[in-house]
């Protein structure tokens, strides 16, 4: 069975500082994505990342994909209170049947303060 | 619109109630999925339908939960005999099953903004 596991779960940062959240999956995975959900909101599509060593970047975010040591990160540069969400990474089933069905990591809730 | 409708945004229910929740996907996505996000969770899979077969169910916590997509576009995702433990945001998200010309399939998934059950 897949497992997705986030860490940290919380995350309070200052403004202006950097920090990097990890996405460790348990089994091997073919595409990895990234979304953001403010809260009442649905989730918003962030980053794709569809191979070994893939990594995309919008504005202050940064996504990253290491399928060999299953592991993928997303990197906040120079903080600013608009990016307070709480962010989700999912993993999708490699090959054989698979039909684009994504499990999910429990959620980075990230609080920006001045 | 062009994106991912559900309706209704907001359910409350009495326990023993029978609930339907329903789904309009993105005009041309063959692939529908139904999600269960309880608070402070990530979403966790319940079914998937490519058109109107329903081609994993594996996800659906009992048999109380049913969901169907008879012409293969909006689907209905129905729950019966309602539990307080079925209280959640029920997200519905498309894709497209083949990609465009030329391009590579990302296998992205479209979410709704989600119904959100609360049993009493």
């Known amino acids: 069975e897949l497992k997705v596991e986030q860490n940290p779960l919380f995350l309070s940062m200052q403004e202006g500082k950097n920090y990097t959240i990890y996405c460790n999956y348990s089994?091997?995975?073919?595409?990895l994505y990234w979304y953001r959900q403010d809260p009442g909101k649905s989730l918003e599509s962030l980053f794709v990342l569809l191979s070994n060593g893939a990594v995309k970047q919008e504005g202050r975010l940064m996504a990253s994909l290491d399928t060999k040591a299953r592991l993928s990160t997303l990197h906040i540069t120079a903080a600013v209170h608009d990016l307070s969400a709480t962010y989700f990474c999912a993993v999708r089933t490699a090959g054989g049947t698979s039909y684009g069905k994504l499990t999910f990591g429990q959620g980075t809730i990230l609080t920006v303060h001045p | 619109g062009a994106g991912v409708s559900q309706s209704p945004r907001y359910k409350v229910a009495k326990r023993g109630q029978d609930v339907a929740l329903r789904c309009d996907p993105i005009s041309g996505h063959v692939s529908l999925f139904w999600y269960q996000q309880a608070l402070g969770q990530g979403p966790e899979f319940l079914t998937y339908?490519?058109?109107?077969?329903?081609?994993?169910k594996s996800g659906l916590p009992s048999d109380r939960f049913f969901a169907e997509r008879p012409e293969g576009s909006v689907s209905t995702l129905k729950i019966q005999r309602t539990q307080q433990e079925d209280s959640a945001v029920y997200l519905c998200a498309s894709s497209l099953a083949l990609s465009p010309a030329g391009l590579p399939n990302t296998g992205e998934l479209f979410f709704g903004e989600g119904s959100r059950l609360t049993v009493l």
């Open positions: 089994t091997t995975s073919d595409r």
């Open positions: 339908f490519q058109n109107e077969a329903q081609l994993d």
